[in-house]
């Protein structure tokens, strides 16, 4: 097994796109980078999907990720914001798979319970935590790219306990990886 592999985790959004990257050198996490897109600038949702496939390939192309985290959309009463929060998902993904990047995705409570033990805890207070345990300097403004660096952070322990549970990065990786059940 690889000693060291790098993780994207990504709050999908079409005001603001957070994320966070981190390097797990043999099982320890050490913090990356955190940051967000701001895209209330653009009026055109199609060409905010554009910007959020467009920032993903461009950390893909400059973390060299070995997995993706992505946080899932919650399921609220707004139908409209629920399908424009599951666009900015799926383009993100999209960008990930292009790249054949294995990509899990986590319900917002099972990230926090996975930073703070709490899944009902705030986003401060996930923020709290992850200054903590990365020893970050300081927080930004706006917390999504917390929400982001939480679902990497998530997402390395949910990795380091032994499940049966595969992800592939599309029908190719499947393929491979399961040479026995492919009928010829």
């Known amino acids: 097994m690889k000693t060291e592999r790098v993780i994207l985790g990504i709050d999908p959004g079409t005001t603001i796109m957070g994320f966070g990257v981190i390097r797990v050198i043999n099982k320890k996490m050490e913090f990356v980078q955190l940051n967000e897109l701001q895209l209330t600038k653009y009026s055109d949702h199609y060409l905010k ?36 929060l599951g666009r900015a998902q799926g383009v993100a993904m999209a960008a990930g798979l292009s790249r054949e990047i294995p990509i899990t995705e986590y319900l917002p409570k099972k990230i926090k319970m996975a930073v703070t033990g709490n899944g009902n805890a705030s986003k401060e207070q996930v923020a709290k935590m992850l200054q903590q345990m990365l020893q970050l300097k300081s927080l930004p403004k706006n917390l999504d790219s917390t929400d982001g660096l939480a679902a990497a952070v998530c997402h390395f322990y949910n990795s380091s306990n032994t499940t049966s549970k595969k992800n592939y990065s599309g029908w190719d990786a499947f393929v491979r990886l399961n040479e026995h059940r492919v009928k010829k």
């Open 49 to 84: 999907l554009k910007k959020i496939f467009e920032r993903t390939i461009e950390l893909i192309d400059t973390y060299n990720p070995d997995e993706i985290a992505i946080e899932a959309p919650f399921f609220g009463k707004n139908v409209q914001s629920m399908l424009k």
